[in-house]
């Protein structure tokens, strides 16, 4: 980590970090992809108008996806929010939770359950947490706990526990959006009804528009790693933090505001597909 002044800081379009493990990760990421549609668990004849006509659609979002997971862990948003704007950490929180997991989700929509029968326990776990108001609660409280200022802080001097918030946004994130996405076809599968999809998304909006006007309001500055960082552009410790919670709170609801939107309009376009899987999910 660089140490703290007042002194003023550059950030350039070429500040990009080169990490092997996370490179390690985006590319294992890929070949499972890969994997995927040579063992036939995802094809061209997949399911996929949930969400859009045509299954050629999938590779380009997944690989939007892992795009928007690299930007968010290797480019300048990542140096920035180490060291200098919480506002530019945000963004990349944002990124992490609320915007590759979808989207990658999304490339896989339609796919075929493995036929896997290893660890029933760990499968029946991760059964249980991706139902809607599990993956809603855990997702929450994780947004939250890491907010903690004491916390906060401490992941911006320490890289191991900055790794594991990453990861964490990161599993939160999936487990979040995979009721929402449903990507996933099998017999066994418990599919979500649309209504159940939106509450979800409305009650995701709560947390992060409560703490993003506290951000926004507040007289205080709450985490001293950024009161004492380099200052970027000129913006003040305080500006960066109103900044911060107009980011958390306007472009978060933003991003549940396409998606209530998206579930919306298609009770319109095939009202008779949403009507048997809210059937079919009354007990969720």
Known sequence: ???????????????????????AGLGALCLLYAMAWRRGLLSSGDDVSPWFGSSRVRPWLFALGVLTGLLALQSPIDTGGDHYL??????????????APPLVLLGIVGMRSPAVRVAPRVRALLTWITRPWQATLLF???????H???LYNTTLTNDGLHIVEHLTFIAVGV?????????VRGPDTRLVGPFNKIAMLVLAGVPPTI?????????SVFYSFYATAPRLWGISPSADQQLAGVIMFGVGNLVYFVA???????????????EEAAAANQDV
Do not use: C, K, Y
Not at 86 to 99: E, G, R, S
Not at 175 to 183: A, K, R, S
């Open 86 to 99: 919480l506002a530019i950490h945000m963004v990349q929180h944002l990124l992490l939770m609320m915007v």
């Open 148 to 150: 903690i200022p004491q």
């Open 211 to 219: 703490l993003g006007f506290i951000f926004a309001l507040a007289s």
């Open 260 to 274: 209530i939107s998206v579930i919306f309009l298609r009770l319109f376009e095939n009202p008779q597909h949403d």
């Open 1 to 23: 980590m660089l140490s703290h002044s007042t002194s003023s800081a550059s950030l350039s379009l070429t500040d990009w970090s080169v990490d092997p493990t996370v490179l």
């Open 175 to 183: 487990v979040f959006w995979w009721p929402i996405v449903d990507p």
């Open 140 to 146: 929450n409280v994780v947004l939250l706990v890491w």
